[in-house]
């Protein structure tokens, strides 16, 4: 089973629209998660962490549920500029280590 | 904003040669990575570096990867003997603490033929 698992997409959406993409990890024991956006051929970039509480940067919605060991990320307004891949990020219990879900792709159309 | 820079952008190896990829993390973190992504799949953990010693390493960082951090300030990546399917993006990355969140540098292609 895959550590941290997500739909690969691609998400084909209209600017304008709202997108939610979902996560899930199997490590129960998991601490921190994190959303990183990556651009073709580039680094990951980090978009947001986040809380058990929820977090909310301007368009973007962060939710963890850790009984369920799901991650959500919600795109308001979706812009052009949006479209790249999210990649799901979690840190284990014990040591540095973050581990990567596969991405999913969004693509944004005028 | 500072920012972790990696030299070079793009390095071409042939198999069996040995490559060093280097990286210089942000002054005032702790925590060093490297990380790899073959084309089109996902971003993979090799390393992680604290204290002048690997604290985790995963089953991809097998006897022909090395890290070092010489300096204070380099930290570097050795392959020593590549292989074709070493060919990917190499992403070094810092952290100031156990959990923040890491920035990454802009990544070296490594191509071996």
């Known amino acids: 089973r895959k550590e941290v698992e997500q739909d690969p997409g691609p998400f084909n959406v209209p600017e304008g629209a709202t997108v939610a993409f979902n996560c899930t990890y199997s490590n129960s024991a998991s601490q921190s998660f994190f959303w990183y956006r990556q651009d073709c051929r580039k680094e990951p970039k980090l978009l947001m962490s986040?809380?058990?509480s929820g977090n909310e940067d301007g368009r973007f919605t962060a939710q963890l549920n850790r009984a369920s060991q799901y991650i959500s990320l919600l795109i308001r307004d979706s812009k052009l500029s949006d479209s790249a891949t999210y990649l799901c990020v979690a840190r284990g219990n014990a040591g540095n280590m973050l581990t990567f879900g596969g991405g999913t792709r969004l693509m944004v159309k005028p | 904003e500072p920012e972790v820079t990696q030299t070079p952008s793009h390095q071409v190896t042939q198999m069996g040669q040995e490559v060093i990829l280097r990286c210089v993390p942000i002054s005032n973190h702790l925590y060093f990575y490297w990380y790899r992504q073959i084309l089109g799949q996902k971003v993979e953990f090799l390393v992680s570096f604290y204290n002048n010693e690997i604290s985790e390493k995963s089953e991809i960082f097998d006897d022909q990867f090395s890290v070092e951090r010489p300096d204070g300030s380099n930290f570097t990546l050795k392959i020593r003997s590549t292989k074709l399917e070493d060919s990917a993006m190499y992403f070094c990355?810092?952290?100031?603490?156990?959990?923040?969140?890491?920035?990454f540098g802009n990544g070296t292609r490594l191509t071996v033929t």
């Open positions: 990355a810092s952290r100031e603490q156990a959990n923040s969140p890491l920035h």
């Open positions: 986040v809380y058990s």
